[in-house]
């Protein structure tokens, strides 16, 4: 009776493992091996074993990412280390004189950057013990965050849990914590808000706000059904830094199979990042999620601790913030729309107009200033 017990916990953890590399190479690498179908076929496999043998469940199971009842609130909860926003620039005057002050502060100027696409989502913390995701936490005031771990639980894209294995060639500890962006791809919060159209429900304004309002929903199922997706930007342990330089970072978030954003590069002047900036410009409107800049970072680790932070953003690293994207259309009129507690909003009909890889036929107009 033990040897078949025994059996069918491999057999449990053999089909885990099948499923949760899969998941990998089709919500991280974006590159799958195996039909939809297929993939639902071991999934309830997985989930028939479960059920005839419950006390093999675990936590970091793929079948456990959506379940338990409706939260009724979010518990707080205190950052290892402050999350802190950055500070922007909006021109290349800007730019050139937080470089400036970097060589200034940092006593030399080789100094190599990090420049990273800065997507436009919500920052999110990922806390793992032992390798297990046991906590996913809100920015919040940066001191302290919302508990949200089982809503990040339901994105495909954030691991359950990582392997003593993968870490140890990673050269990541089992007790981590991965920071990074959460963020809704256009084609999610396109058709969300198709589909809330057509129930007569409000629609969101931006994947960044639909984004925040998926996050602190209080059924999981709803955050499962609309499709986020995580990348990781930053990586720490008992409150520091594991690596000389930023760059090693990232690319041991990516080998311990974080989704990492590959559209990244190293900088060693000016120009070099300048360069980076106006190529992203460019290509914004390829990109499947919604960019509002790019973050450039001191790669040395140790010149972030010797530059240190101002009261609320670190003086290692800015964010360059692109334009705001627009588009000019005609009003073909408007209706009028209830809102749930009774509140009214004018919503305007617009001529269809393409902005940011969607397309606009609607906007609110409770905003006086902007009318």
């Keep these: 009776m033990k040897a078949i017990k025994h059996s069918i916990q491999d057999q449990i953890e053999s089909l885990r493992e099948e ?19 297929e993939f639902d076929r071991m999934m309830n496999a997985l989930k028939k074993l479960e059920a005839e043998h419950p006390d093999h469940i675990t936590p970091d199971s793929p079948t456990q990412r959506v379940g338990g009842k409706p939260r009724e609130g979010f518990v707080k909860v205190a950052h290892s280390i402050p999350m802190l926003s950055l500070d922007n620039a909006y021109s290349e005057e ?38 297990r995701l046991v906590r996913g936490i809100t920015r919040g005031d940066g001191s302290t965050g919302e508990d949200v771990t089982s809503n990040v ?21 089992v007790d981590f914590e991965a920071r990074g962006e959460m963020l809704m791809p256009i084609a999610s919060f396109k058709r969300m808000n198709d589909e809330r159209e057509k129930r007569g429900l409000s629609l969101f304004a931006n994947p960044r706000n639909a984004t925040a309002g998926t996050v602190r929903q209080l059924e999981p199922s709803i955050t499962a059904q609309r499709r986020l997706d995580y990348f990781a930007y930053m990586l720490i342990s008992g409150g520091r830094n594991l690596f000389d330089q930023h760059w090693q970072a990232l690319n041991a978030l990516e080998n311990a199979g974080f989704k990492v954003n590959p559209r990244r590069a190293l900088a060693t002047n000016f ?88 397309t606009v036929s609607r906007a609110t107009l409770h905003n006086m200033d902007e009318i």
């Excluded at 639980?153 to 500890?173: F, N, W, Y």
């Excluded at 509002?292 to 009261?311: E, P």
């Design 19 to 37: 499923i949760r590399h899969h998941e990998y190479r089709y919500y991280v690498l974006d590159d799958p091996e195996i039909s939809d179908a």
């Design 271 to 358: 120009d070099e990042l300048w360069n980076f900036i106006g190529e992203w410009e460019k290509k914004r409107e390829t990109l499947p999620y919604e960019i509002d800049g790019v973050v450039i970072k001191v790669n040395s680790t140790a010149l972030h601790r010797q530059l240190g932070f101002t009261g609320k953003a670190p003086r290692w690293a800015i964010a360059y913030k692109y334009a705001a994207r627009a588009g000019i259309t005609q009003i073909e009129g408007i209706h009028v729309q209830v809102g749930r507690t009774g509140k009214l909003t004018p919503v305007a009909e617009l001529k269809p107009v393409p902005i940011g890889g969607t």
């Design 153 to 173: 639980r339901t994105v495909r894209s954030v691991p359950l849990s990582v392997s003593s294995e993968k870490l140890k060639k990673a050269g990541i500890p």
């Design 94 to 131: 800007e730019l050139r004189s937080w470089e400036r002050r970097v060589h200034e502060l940092a006593g030399r100027k080789d100094i190599e950057y990090v420049c990273e696409l800065k997507l436009d989502g919500m920052s999110l913390a990922l806390r793992y013990e032992a390798g």
